[in-house]
């Protein structure tokens, strides 16, 4: 059955614009509240946003559509999606809500959902969800006097902030280094530099003043110029950029250096490994992981098990395999003794445990492995047409990957919140890994219409 509304993570597009108006998220609040309204206890639902300026018009209409059903509300206001998640499982809450576009611009906006559990809803519910939206739910309503209500979490940020804290064991601590933090003016803008100042950093803030249109503009972890040019200007020990809503990390080192989340996920496996923390001997990552990762952890006696792109997906594989590491090169990283979804600034304290137990520079310690070429570009396509079933561009691909002959390998996808053709190559020679993209991207290109 083909989606309607969810994508690959949640609801997504430009504020004001459908589907991401007030009357889609009215229908969402309705088919969410009336789907998980299950017993006679008092339902409940947590709901969170970033730093939008559409926050403002998401976040009543969603109430609305909760408190119609019957719901409790609990708004507990900007705070980072796996805050939302941790507070949705600790407050019993039947479902938990974030209103946010994560690393896109301020005028896009989205609606992620998760179960009681905290973790992400399933396709198959969400395709649930969306029957129920487009059917007629005015017989659900229940009576005036079984309205639900809303009240605000005032000390939502500090119980957030104790969780963090508390994966982390009471022998580390920052004292002594120099951190500067980047939080893309966006929801972990107040609680983040307050853990990291607590566990005795020296941090230099970047980005920490939103006014609902500069999230992610020039900063966080999708433009990590910023941290990197602060890194060097302070002389600091590491830099950290956190995404708008604070699932995503990306880090660079003393050097200015960018560290991805391949390398991150490396560090943080194998050192779990020697410690005897790594369950299921494996990292779980995507198809989009690299190459030279994969084989890092073969010669550490590692697997790496690969998912389709998504967080969601990663998790799902990681509970099934009951693996406690996983994530997205793009810095996703599921640290799941600690968290249910990705959690950027989690992620970044476990790798700051691992570099201060060690000694040196962290350019020294953070690069375990030397990545393979890789190449991504996009093609943009017309609505409602389909390149990739298209006969030559199906070849193109079949011989690109013929010609790598096991020493490298081909990705190609439709991106799942826009009309793009991701097209991915890596492998040990990098003038033939882009001469096998090019060749794809011109191919789809001549048919994308």
């Known amino acids: 059955m083909s989606r309607k509304y969810f994508g690959t993570d949640g609801i997504r597009g430009t504020a004001n614009t459908a589907p991401m108006t007030a009357e889609v998220a009215l ?68 479902i938990g809500v974030m209103i946010s576009a994560s690393h896109n611009p301020f005028q896009d906006n989205g609606i992620k959902l998760f179960g009681p559990d905290g973790f992400k809803l399933s396709d198959e519910v969400e395709l649930e ?20 209500r809303a009240k605000r979490i005032d000390d939502a940020p500090g119980r957030y902030i ?91 080192d003393e050097k200015g250096q960018l560290i991805d989340g391949d390398q991150l996920m490396g560090l943080v496996t194998t050192h779990w490994k020697r410690t005897g923390q790594l369950r299921g001997n494996a990292l779980v990552a995507t198809v989009m992981s690299n190459l030279g990762l994969e084989r890092y952890l073969e010669r550490n006696d590692v697997r790496l098990i690969r998912t389709k792109v ?32 990705g959690d950027g600034l989690l992620a970044a304290l476990q790798v700051l445990a691992v570099l201060a137990s060690r000694e040196g520079r962290v350019s020294e ?15 943009r396509y017309s609505a409602g047409s389909d390149p990739l079933s298209d006969s030559s561009v199906i070849e ?6 013929k010609s790598f002959n096991g020493d490298g390998r081909v990705l190609i996808r439709k991106s799942g919140t826009e009309p793009l053709i991701r097209v991915m190559a890596e492998g040990d020679d990098a003038v033939k890994v882009e001469q096998i993209v090019d060749r794809i991207v011109a191919q789809i290109t001549a048919v994308a219409g």
């Open 396 to 401: 193109a691909i079949a011989t690109a990957e």
């Open 27 to 94: 229908k969402v609040g309705m088919a969410a509240g009336h789907y998980f309204t299950r017993g006679n206890h008092r339902h409940k639902v947590v709901i969170g946003k970033d730093t939008r300026l559409s926050g403002y018009m998401l976040e009543p209409a969603l109430v609305a559509g909760f408190t119609s059903m019957g719901m409790d509300v609990m708004l507990v206001g900007p705070m980072p999606t796996p805050a939302v998640a941790m507070l949705t499982k600790s407050m019993r809450a039947d």
């Open 162 to 252: 104790e969780a963090v804290k508390s994966s982390l064991p009471g022998s580390v601590t920052l004292e002594g280094m120099r951190i500067v933090l980047d939080c893309a003016h966006g929801a972990g803008y107040s609680v983040a530099p307050k853990v990291l100042r607590e566990l005795g950093a020296d941090v230099i803030e970047i980005g920490t003043s939103p006014n609902g249109l500069n999230i992610n503009d020039k900063c966080g972890s999708t433009y990590t110029k910023t941290m990197c040019d602060r890194v060097l200007a302070e002389k600091a020990d590491v830099g950290i950029a956190l995404d708008g809503d604070a699932d995503r990390v990306q880090m660079c």
């Open 365 to 379: 310690m953070s690069r375990v492995f030397d990545p393979l070429p890789q190449i991504l570009k996009n093609v």
């Open 129 to 148: 969800l969306e029957a129920l939206m487009e059917s007629d739910l005015s017989g659900k309503l229940v009576p005036a006097n079984a309205l639900g």
């Open 310 to 341: 998504g967080d969601r997906y990663v998790v799902e594989q990681m509970r099934a395999l009951d693996c406690n590491v996983g994530g997205e090169q793009s810095g996703h990283i599921v640290l799941s003794d600690f968290a249910s979804t």
